[in-house]
Structure formats: C-alpha cells, structure tokens
C-alpha cells in the first residue's frame, strides 16, 4: 500500500514527455519536431540547466579576462557524422584542436618527447604497438555494436574475460601496455581489469571502428577539433528551435528544468492508456503529474535506480544495469598568460602513465610536508602523479590554457582530498612535464563528474562482470510498453560521446513517430534508425551464426587448408635446409 500526495496534475495529454535534457533528449525533441510540427512534447529536466554533461562556463584568464570554456564533453570530430550533421543544422561551428610540436610521454618513471601521433621511443616498441592495434583492430571487425554477440564463438570468449587480460595477450613490451592503459583509462574512466572485454570492445568499435579513432586527436579522431561558443548551446539550440516552431496551443513544447522524476506508471492491458509521470520540483519539493502516450527516457543508464517503475521493468533490464560502473573523472582546466609550453615547441599533449607513484610514505610526506594535516588518509593514500592525460586547451579567442583529467581509480582517491591539494598536485604534475612555468597561472578550475546530480560520473556507464552481454541490445534499448530508452549509453555508434548522444536521440524520436504515426504518409520516419529494425538485423544476424557453426563443410574445408599450409611449408623447409640429412625425419620427407 502506498500513500502519494500529488500538488499539482497537468490535465494534458502530451504526445510525448522527454525524460532529460542532454545532448540525446534534446536532440529527441528537435527530431520529432523537425518531422511533425504538430506533436506536443513537454521535456522533463532534473537540473536548473539544459545539457546534462555537456557546461560551458567562465573562467578567469590572462589581462583581467574571463573567457568560454567546456568543463564537460568538448571535442568532436568530423568521422562523427551525427553530431556533425547536427551542428551543421544549427549553424553551430568547430575549429581545430591545437596539437602542432612535440608531445610528452611519463612512463614507466621517465619522460619522453615524441613527434608522431604514436607516442614509442623505440623500435620495439613502435612495431609491438603497430602489432598491438593490428591485432585489436582485426577482432573489431568481427563484433557488431547493434548485437555485441552476433559471433558467438569470439563474444562468448571476450564476455568472461577483462579488458586488461585482453590487451595485455596483444602486446608485450612494458612501453606499449603503459600507454594503452593510460589511454583507456581515460576513454573508459575506469581501471583496465574493471572493465568486460567485449563491452570494452564494442566501445571501441563504436568510437570509429579502430583504436587509433577513439584515441588520437589527427583528423578524424575523437579528440580532432573543439566546438565555438561550447557544446552546451547544442542542446541550447535544438531545443530553441523546438520551442520556435511551437507557435499553437495544439503543438507547444513545454520545458520544464528543476523537475526530477520519479515514478513512471503504465498499464500492461492495455498499451493504448497514457503513461503517467510523476516529479519533484527540486527547488519547492512539489509533487506534479504528467501523462503522455509515448516517454522518451534519456537518462544516463545509472540514474534508473532514482525512478519507480510500475509496472516494474523486465527482469533482463533490472538485472543487466546490476552489472554496470560509472567511469570517474576529474576534468582540470588551467589558465595561464602566456603559451609557455608552445614557445618550448610542444603541443601541450602529455600522457602519464601514473608510475610516478608515491613510492613510500615518506617521499609522499615530504612532498606534502606543509599539509599534511589537511590530507585525508580516510580511504587510501592517494597516488602520487594524480594527471591522466593533457591537452593543450587554447580557446576560439586564443585564451592560454592546459586541460587533461584525473581519470578512473586516481579519480576516486583524489576526490577524497580538497580542491587546495588537487590543485597543487595537478600544478606539479604540469611542472614535471612542461616546466616551472606551469607554477604561474591565472585560475585552476574543475569539476568532479562523480558529484554532479543527475549524473553521477562520467564519460558513461562500463559492463564490469562477466558473462553478461548477451542480453545488450535488450536491455539498453528495447522499448517497455510506452517508454522509449536513449541517451548515449544506449547508442551504436561513438557510445560514451555526444555524437552517441545524438544517435540515440534520433533513434528513439523515430521510434515514437513510428509507434505513434506509421500509418500517416505525411510524416517521414527513418524506420532503419529503430530498435525494431534492429531487432529484426539481430534476428538475422544469429541466423547467419548459426549457419556458420553449424556449417561442417566449412571448419573441414578450413582445417585443410590450414593443415596443407603448415605440411607445405615444412616440405619447403626440409628440403630447402636438407634437414632430412641432419635430422632424422620420418619417411615422407
Ligand atoms: C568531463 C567529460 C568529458 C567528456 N568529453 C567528451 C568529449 O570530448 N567528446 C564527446 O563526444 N563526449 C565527451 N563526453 C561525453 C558526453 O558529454 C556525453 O556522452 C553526452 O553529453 C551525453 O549526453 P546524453 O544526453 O546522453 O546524457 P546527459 O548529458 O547526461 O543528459 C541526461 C539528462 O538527464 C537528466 N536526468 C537524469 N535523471 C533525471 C530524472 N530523474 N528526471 C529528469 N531528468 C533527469 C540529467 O540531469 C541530464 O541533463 C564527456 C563527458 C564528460 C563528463
């Protein structure tokens, strides 16, 4: 039994309520719009802001200045082709991210310099890095981010084992396992033997196809170019537009911030009832009532613990988001009056791979001797050589500034100790790397992602447990009754970023306009950016598996020639070294 009071009720009936107002829910709305001026939407936000992990805010800079940067989301690139297409559409423009000179490299304890995009001082660690993204890149083609088990064989194999005991089997020397584990930990936010290896694979797919996409900042990569005047004002702007063709009271768009949900109840019986919204204002902690035909939900995938589900999710929805982990960040941002480390001919760029380590507890007291009354042993000591990755972080206006994380472990072992000893941490850590200068700047401003309400970590959501993917496309996807799930978690391709973000966005307003108005040839729905076509690619997908591994035919035809390969050669050998003389070699040779 429960007892409810409810302060207000909204008499409408929406033809839509959007759940979140990111990247992914905005863009819903913009879509939806775009192809019936007619619905009606209310979107729900949670925040008092629109763009959920995308902020742009003022920072102090050099000459008395404040200046726009992104302590949220901020590169794109243009293989993104959604969120691309997007900014196109709202008029929205990018420059180039900084990365002309020299980058650095802290690994195993030593700093290197390096000019190419790979950073390997030397030649055996150059080739067992090409061999290294050879090797991961050849199993990216064979997983499908729309059905991560559609090769049964290999997925089950990755689905029991970790992303660092994967890794690992494709490289060898200590130079190259450094730095993909400094690179992944800032991709996924989360220690390498955390994460499930086909998710991390799939993640990687997803970003680019490739390991060098999700990784460099060279055309083309995630970290290629920066967006004018912020990421924030694309959800700013889609939903500006949203609200600019909502002229009638038949197809207005309310947005309503400061509105956190709580309760989405429908009927099972019966599909064509309206789902009914609950919320909490945050700021007068009112109850209020909404009823919709169609819930676009684009929250990130940890927040579905905060909403009550009647009648309650599908059991491989509740038990598949068990299995999951925010990734951690600490994004840093720091000004300065001048490009000191441009003028040093570097890029600004820097990998650490955190083996810089307080080795004991005496260096570690020694380098915090002054404060160290303010440190906080609560948890753990926390790591010496807190900085994951740096990039030079100029602004559109030219405003000096380095940028970089703290990322997955550290991140939680830094967060336990105050802004005053991060700081000096992160500013000796840019010290070591680009010089004393690094000292002498303007403001050090940054934002931990863990503690943002409504969010709760970042860049997404990791599958930590093994054994657990076979059921992905369902549950981050599949509709239940009338709630639709989006939001970048849930998206094909860039999952984790904002062009995931716009994917997912898109994908779901199709999904409504094609639940709602199939049968209305006025309205253009791309039915193959469904879940249902998806579902029915899946279904042909494991047909295809099956045939494979049931086709006899072909593993004879393919140990043959295998066998043939290995016999031939060794005929070549034995006859080409003589080996039948010195060695005594059964007849056939
Ligand atoms: C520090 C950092 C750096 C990043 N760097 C990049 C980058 O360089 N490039 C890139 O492409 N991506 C980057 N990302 C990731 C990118 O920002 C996200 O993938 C993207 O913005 C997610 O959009 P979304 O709409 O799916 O989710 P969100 O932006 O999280 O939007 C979901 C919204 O739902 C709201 N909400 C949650 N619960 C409720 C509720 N109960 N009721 C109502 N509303 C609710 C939230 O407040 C939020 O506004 C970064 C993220 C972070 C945090």
Redesign the pocket.
Known sequence: MSIRKIDNIDEEIYDVVI????????NAAYELKKKSKNIKILV????DR?????QTIDVKCANNKTSRWD??????SDS?EN?TRLMKELNIQTYRQFDDGLKLLEANGNISIYNSSVPCSSLWSWIDMQLYMWRTNRDLKKISTIHPFSDRKLANTLDLSNAKDYFYSKSVTPTVRSIFTSNMRTIYGLELEQVNALFGLMYLKAGGGNVEAITYSDEGC??EKRVRGG?QQI?QKCLAYVQKVSTTPENMTKILLN????EIIQSEENDDEPVTII?NNTLTDSKSQFRARKVIS???VN?YI??KFTPELPYYKRNFFKFFQVGN?I?FLVTYKNHFWRAKGLSGEGTYDGSVKWVNEERFKEAYKNEINKLNFNRKMPTFGAVNEVFDGTNEEGEPALIG?IAADTALEWADQSLELRCKEVIEDLARMYGDEARDYVEYVE?N?AY????GG???FNIVSSGVMKDYSRATREPFINVHF????SATV?Q??????VE??ERVANEVLYALYRHDPTIKIDYEKTYYHHKELIQKMNELDAKRSNNKFLSYSKFLVKTSVVLGASYYLAKRFNLNARIKLPKFF
């Open positions: 759940i979140g107002a990111g990247i992914s829910g905005s729900l936000e949670a925040k629109v763009g959920g992990r995308t302590i949220g989301g901020q590169w794109v993104q969120v995630a970290q990421t959800s509105e956190a949900v709580l919320t684009t929250i990130p927040q905060n909403i960040y994004k994380f934002k992602w943002e309400p409504y969010n970042c860049p997404c989006g939001g970048t978690e860039w984790g970023y904002m062009d995931g973000a997912s966005g």
